[in-house]
């Protein structure tokens, strides 16, 4: 009652205050009243009986909000306020967030941080007379010290001894590979032909179909097969298929560059508990060892792998090459030089693979020009293979603009050293290098240096006219250089150039997305993204 009075007094004042007239108001109170009941009647019976009829309609005509709400979010989405909205204020960063995320994912999977060389910046030498020093002064300036400091050989290598001056290993791999080796591919080429269709298929059937073809991750794939293909070069087709084993040749290469990259940022005294973290005690190591000590050894006769492939391998030949000579005293011994060998051989080839495929994929009119050359993969040999004057010239442009390293030639000081002629003088401890960047960038041999010419070897005016892929040269210093230049460049040439010919006869070749990042540079070297994938459409 009180509150009524309360309210009735501000009516009063509300009259007083407006000037309103209470006739006025009776009158239009009547009206609203009479209104009133005849629209709630109807709405009444209008409710009553809608009510009954349909109830679960009621739920959502009684929230006409929630229609208004759906209604703008539908025409807003229509018209992009939403992303406008969202870019604004949050979109930029949480794509830029991702983005970054996956790039720093992506970089670590494909190795990207490691810090492959001291900060000390090497000397570097540039005329024919110093590289050929340079070259051959191993007394001093060490070969195996380079890539011992750099992937520490002591715990990948099982304690390799690197600063050693003999040149006994050297020589070793020098006769096995590129003279008995080399000798010997063509007989190998048809078990290398096999393997590869046989990895091939395995590979094709990890795939993932898409509407254009199969998608396949770029370096693993070409990895796989570069792998695969060599293993049968230096342990023969049984060891070589044995999954473990295959595996374990597969990852030992990984976990030295992954050591590599953490020994770069790790004090020499965690160097060991690193390593055994990174490679899970070693454990691919270990196998591969125990496996070759075996067959080097006491297994040397009874290993499983029929004659006319086993006396091909480098596996045989090694015991065969060292019988009688004295500085090789044990099967261990032995089984730990092959394997630095193979991881010579395994690291590789298989990003220079990846980097031609690369460029295959973005020059389909490559591709028609080499399927022409190669006319048909019936009968190819060893010998047609090799006489593929494109092939060769395209493989060997592509790694002049793309090398690995755009050092070459790397060797460590083992005392201070003066180069003839007075300069440079070397200290001990640091490296002398020859620029492969400048080299393969010289305007003279390489005219318009910049451009990407497949034919350049065959076309042009220049020095390096005719030039093949594996000749050692000072004007395209890949393999090294002199007496010390890769023993296995042959292989490498061959197994990259049959996993090529195969790949174009077979497929048409192109990017799954050709925006994807393809290669990552660091300090002095270039490597394949692990992400990037292509499309390998079945020609019919
Ligand atoms: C595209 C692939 C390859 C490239 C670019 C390459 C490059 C090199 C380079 C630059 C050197 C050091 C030369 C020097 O510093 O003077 C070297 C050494 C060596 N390479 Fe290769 N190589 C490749 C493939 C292979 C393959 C397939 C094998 C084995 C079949 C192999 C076996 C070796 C060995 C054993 C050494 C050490 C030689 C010694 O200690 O005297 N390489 N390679």
């Known amino acids: 009652m009180d509150q009524y009075l309360g309210y009735a007094g501000y009516g009063m004042e509300y009259l007083r205050d407006t000037g309103y007239s209470i006739d006025q108001y009776l009158r239009d109170t009547r009206y609203n009243v009479d209104q009133y009941l005849r629209d709630t009647r109807y709405n009444v019976d209008q409710y009553l009986r809608y009510t009954r009829d349909n109830v679960k309609v009621d739920q959502y005509l009684v929230s006409p909000l929630v229609v208004w709400v759906i209604c703008v979010l539908c025409v807003s989405g229509l018209l992009g306020f939403d992303a406008y909205i969202l870019r604004r204020k949050y979109r930029s960063k949480v794509k830029r967030f991702i983005q970054q995320t996956r790039a720093v994912i992506n970089d670590f999977r494909s190795a990207r941080y490691y810090k492959p060389w001291n900060s000390a910046k090497p000397i570097i030498v540039t005329t024919k007379k110093q590289i050929q020093e340079l070259s051959e002064a191993s007394q001093v300036l060490s070969q195996r010290a380079v890539y011992a400091d750099m992937f520490g050989f002591k715990h990948t290598l099982n304690g390799y001894d690197h600063h050693e001056v003999n040149t006994a290993k050297s020589r ?20 290398l032909t096999k393997r590869l269709n046989e990895s091939l298929g395995v590979q094709l059937r990890q795939g993932k179909l898409t509407p254009n073809g199969i998608s396949l991750p770029v370096a693993n794939t070409v990895r796989v097969l570069a792998s695969r293909l060599m ?22 290469p990984k976990d030295m560059v992954s050591c590599l990259a953490a020994f770069q940022v ?24 125990s496996k070759l000590a075996y067959i080097l050894g006491p297994g040397y006769e009874s290993w499983d792998e029929p004659l006319p492939l086993k006396e091909l391998t480098f596996a045989w030949n090694m015991v065969q090459l060292t019988r009688d000579n004295p500085y090789w005293t044990s099967s261990e011994q032995l ?3 092959l394997l630095g060998a193979w991881f010579a051989a395994a690291h590789q080839p298989w990003m220079n693979l990846d980097f031609i495929t690369l460029s295959l994929c973005v020059h389909p009119e490559i591709q028609d020009a080499l399927r022409e050359e190669i006319g048909d993969l019936e009968g190819l040999d060893y010998e047609r293979l090799q006489n593929m004057p494109l092939l060769d010239s395209f493989i060997k442009e592509t790694v002049r603009l793309h090398p690995l390293d755009t050092m070459a030639v790397r060797r460590k000081a083992l005392k201070d050293y003066t180069f003839v002629g007075g300069a440079p003088f070397v200290k001990a401890g640091s490296t002398v290098c020859v620029s492969s960047y400048d080299k393969m960038h010289d305007d003279i041999d390489y005219p318009n240096p910049n451009s990407y010419q497949p034919r350049r070897f065959l076309d042009t005016r220049s020095p390096v006219r005719g030039t093949k892929f594996t000749d050692v040269s000072e004007k395209f210093p890949v393999w090294g250089f002199g007496s010390l230049a ?7 040439s061959i197994v990259i150039k049959l996993i090529l010919v195969h790949l174009i006869m077979k497929f048409d070749l192109r990017l799954e997305d050709e925006k994807a990042r393809r290669l990552w540079s660091w300090e002095t070297f270039t490597m394949p993204y692990e992400s990037t994938r292509f499309v390998l459409k079945a020609r019919t």
């Open 231 to 252: 293993g049968v070069t230096f342990f023969g087709e049984n060891l070589s298929a044995d999954p473990k084993f295959a595996d374990a040749l597969l990852r030992h």
């Open 335 to 337: 089984a730990q030089n």
């Open 172 to 191: 070793l791999f020098g006769r096995l590979l590129q003279v008995q080796g080399t000798a010997n591919l063509p007989k190998v080429f048809p078990f």
């Open 266 to 289: 790790t004090p020499g005294f965690l160097s060991s508990a690193v390593h055994s973290l990174i490679t899970r005690g070693g454990q691919s190591q270990k196998l591969i060892l």
């Open 486 to 492: 890769c023993p296995g460049r042959f292989h490498a």
